[in-house]
Nanobody, 124 residues
Framework: QVQLVESGGGLVQPGHSLRLACATS????????MAWFRQISGKDRTFVAGTTSTAKSTHYATALKDRLTISRDNVNNILYLQLNNLRPEDTAVYYC?????????????????WGRGTQVTVSS
């Protein structure tokens, strides 16, 4: 059974950067389409970025794409999300998600494996 564990969140000042990591175990990482979602308090969970199993296809939320980089380490089974120039409105719980379906989905329902999330708080 695939398990996802996020790390790297924390409290940062506006304009700073963070790199989130999602460690995967219990499955074949290279068979997984992976994505990051975030959930701002009181709002729905929304797509941030995703990458197919071989990273041939990568997509970003349009409003965020200039400040994000998603990458995957297929040797160590880790998914990363680099967040740059963070803003207070980026404050959210960031979730790692996975599916064995070989195609990028944008909705939470497209993914059936989830981590527990990591809190990112951007504040001065």
């Amino acid at each position: 059974q695939v398990q996802l564990v996020e790390s790297g969140g924390g409290l940062v000042q506006p304009g700073h950067s963070l790199r989130l990591a999602c460690a995967t175990s219990g499955g074949t990482f290279t068979n997984l389409t992976m994505a990051w979602f975030r959930q701002i308090s009181g709002k729905d969970r929304t797509f941030v970025a995703g990458t197919t199993s071989t990273a041939k296809s990568t997509h970003y939320a349009t409003a965020l794409k200039d400040r994000l980089t998603i990458s995957r380490d297929n040797v160590n089974n880790i998914l990363y999300l680099q967040l740059n120039n963070l803003r207070p409105e980026d404050t959210a719980v960031y979730y790692c998600a996975a599916t064995h379906y070989d195609g990028l989905g944008w909705a939470p329902t497209d993914y059936d494996i989830w981590g527990r999330g990591t809190q990112v708080t951007v504040s001065s």
